[in-house]
């Protein structure tokens, strides 16, 4: 089914207008921190190879040495994409959204290390990108160079070398973004792994992936879900989640979605979002409801909802990550990831990537 409410999609990313004063966002991530376990602390499945880099380290506990730790090889990243960029005879187009974003990425980046050290040993995985934009982003005023999240996992290795996907499905709908996101992709796609692009709608596409994953001999798929709006339909969702085996994280556009919960006119797409029909609806939607119904439905088609976290920017702007992952009887050794995640990202402004993004870039001093 298409579907387009460009009002629904904009008024999800409208820009910042509101920097909080920075000892305010340094007091607050610093209240954000946790403390280090080990993996096998955790899980007590006794793997190993996570604690030095992907865990918190003593070495690593102060927040601005972590998100500086994580922002700078997605800088150095983005720095190669443009330099590939400048070797094409047509300007390309980026992803240019607030510094926000980068967070997103961070998460993803952060998962992508015991998501790989543990599955892809086991079995050959896939990433799959539904909304994947088109492979560069520039965040916030400076527009800081990073890797679309298709681009990321592609460029940033951080597993044992022997951990890899093996494929990667990437779907974009923006004929623009999409031959963008095919040039960047061809030039970046690590050379044991086959790329599958499509440009088509997330929620058609869906429907061709079992197959493609089954005859590329796929076990398991790492997918992330990063629509503007409400673009990815419930009906979709349940598609992949019940013919594809995966870990899905969905960015759930948390505030926008209660605040045009009273338009007539978008109700029917929040309906097809959340997979409720829309006499079922109440007249204004709380988040809380909505990401409870989400992730009521998610438990319901056997994901197990880890923590969501929190993604904040301009005034009361956020959308939380829903990461959801295939229940077993012995729990996901991973799933601790993202109750550390929360800990290091949850409720934090986004302005604070700026500041940070400056300082790698050697444009302001030291904080603190
Ligand atoms: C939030 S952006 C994705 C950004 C990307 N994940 C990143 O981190 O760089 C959403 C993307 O989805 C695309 N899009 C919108 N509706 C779509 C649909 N129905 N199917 C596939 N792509 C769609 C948009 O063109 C846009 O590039």
Not at 170 to 193: I, K, M, T
Not at 203 to 225: K, S
Not at 243 to 270: E, H, M
């Amino acid at each position: 089914m298409k579907e387009k409410d460009p009002f629904v999609c904009a008024a999800f990313h409208a820009g910042s207008a509101d920097p909080k004063p920075v000892h305010d966002l340094v007091n607050r991530w610093e209240g954000a921190q946790g403390t280090h376990h080990s993996v096998a602390e955790r899980t007590g499945n006794g793997e190993r190879g996570l604690e030095e880099d992907h865990w918190m380290s003593p070495k690593t506990s102060d927040a601005h040495a972590w998100v500086t730790k994580h922002l700078a090889p997605l800088m150095k990243s983005g720095d190669d994409l443009e330099k590939f960029d400048a070797t094409l005879p047509a300007r390309m187009p980026s992803y240019d959204k607030g510094e926000w974003t980068g967070f997103k990425l961070i998460a993803l980046k952060y998962y992508l290390k015991p998501y790989l050290t543990i599955l892809a040993r086991r079995t050959k995985v896939a990433y799959v990108d539904f909304f994947a934009g088109p492979g560069l982003d520039r965040i916030g005023k400076r527009r800081v160079e990073l890797p679309g999240s298709p681009l990321l996992p592609m460029m940033i290795q951080e597993a044992p070398s022997d951990r890899w996907f093996s494929h990667f499905f990437l779907c974009e709908q923006n004929p623009e973004y999409f031959e963008a996101l095919n040039r960047r992709a061809q030039a970046f796609l690590p050379h044991p792994s086959d790329l599958t692009l499509t440009c088509s709608d997330a929620n058609e596409f869906v429907h061709q992936l079992p197959a493609l994953v089954a005859r590329n001999g796929i076990g398991h798929c790492l997918v992330f879900v990063d629509p503007e709006g409400l673009e990815w339909s419930w009906a979709a969702m349940r598609m992949l989640a019940t013919s594809v085996r995966c870990d899905v994280v969905i960015n759930f556009p948390s505030s926008g979605l209660q605040r045009v919960s009273t338009r007539q006119d978008v109700r029917p797409t929040i309906s097809r979002f959340l997979g409720i029909p829309e006499s079922e609806l109440p007249d204004v939607i709380d988040e809380e409801w909505a990401l409870n119904c989400y992730r009521q439905n998610l438990a319901r088609l056997g994901k197990d909802i880890s923590t969501e976290i929190r993604i904040t920017d301009f005034g009361a702007y956020h959308y939380d990550l829903i990461p959801a992952v295939t229940s077993t009887s012995t729990g996901s050794p991973w799933f601790k990831t993202w109750t550390d995640l929360r800990k290091r990202i949850d409720g934090l402004h986004g302005k604070y990537l700026g500041i940070v993004a400056q300082q790698v870039d050697g444009v302001l001093g030291e904080i603190g």
